[in-house]
């Protein structure tokens, strides 16, 4: 596709059910990443795939959460048992360019949880 | 950890005016960005910079690396330019370290 998809936009979960957040890059961008922007705040970051290797995931905020890419192109963020506090928009960017600290973003629309 | 301030948190213009958002970070960087999110959360890249200053159209970003504060600037400000303004600073091997935001109503 021509930018970064995410889905579902918007999801509504009762606390403690488990949620599966997608995200497509664009075709061909080596890097990944995964964000979480609460209300009012900048994004947070989750963690970090260079192909279908995570390399970093040193901000997820708990071992409810867990991301793969397996084929090195879709991403899936799963979060379980989810809480209220998990409640936020995730977003998703893709990169054409390797390493953690490029600058080179390509931004998806995000996805909306809330966790009532 | 780099911590990037920015200030105002909230700004509402008339069409028109002249607009000024400043961004200070706490640690030397490599290069500062500046990103535009609208209300349907996509975020789009204004400009990355390292030093001096940037122009694309009547938008313009400053950097002063030495008091490590950047600026955006919108000149003849429009209603369509109401969004989210958020910096973020790149520094070694780290993913970008993004601030609060300022978020923009430009009034007709």
């Known amino acids: 596709g021509a930018g970064v998809s995410q889905s579902p936009r918007y999801k509504v979960a009762k606390r403690g059910q488990d949620v599966a957040l997608r995200c497509d890059p664009i075709?061909?961008?080596?890097?990944l990443f995964w964000y979480q922007q609460a209300l009012g705040q900048g994004p947070e970051f989750l963690t970090y795939?260079?192909?279908?290797?995570?390399?970093?995931k040193s901000g997820l905020p708990s071992d409810r959460f867990f991301a793969e890419r397996p084929e090195g192109s879709v991403s899936t963020l799963k979060i379980q048992r989810t809480q209220q506090e998990d409640s936020a928009v995730y977003l998703c960017?893709?990169?054409?360019?390797?390493?953690?600290?490029?600058?080179?973003?390509?931004f998806g629309e995000g996805s909306r949880l809330t966790v009532l | 950890k780099n911590e990037v301030e920015q200030s105002p948190q909230n700004l509402t213009a008339q069409e028109g005016e002249f607009i000024t958002i400043n961004c200070s970070y706490s640690?030397?960087?490599?290069?500062l960005h500046w990103l535009q999110q609208h209300p349907g959360g996509g975020i789009v890249s204004l400009f990355m910079?390292?030093?001096g200053k940037k122009k694309h159209g009547r938008l313009i970003a400053t950097i002063n690396i030495q008091e490590k504060h950047s600026s955006l600037h919108i000149t003849a400000s429009h209603p369509r330019d109401s969004a989210v303004y958020i910096c973020?600073?790149?520094?070694?091997?780290?993913?970008?370290?993004f601030g609060k935001g300022t978020r923009l109503s430009v009034i007709a």
């Open positions: 075709s061909g961008h080596v890097s």
């Open positions: 795939f260079q192909n279908e290797a995570q390399l970093d």
């Open positions: 910079l390292s030093s």
């Open positions: 973020a600073e790149r520094s070694g091997n780290t993913p970008l370290v």
């Open positions: 960017a893709s990169s054409p360019r390797t390493g953690l600290n490029t600058g080179e973003l390509f």
């Open positions: 640690v030397g960087i490599s290069a």
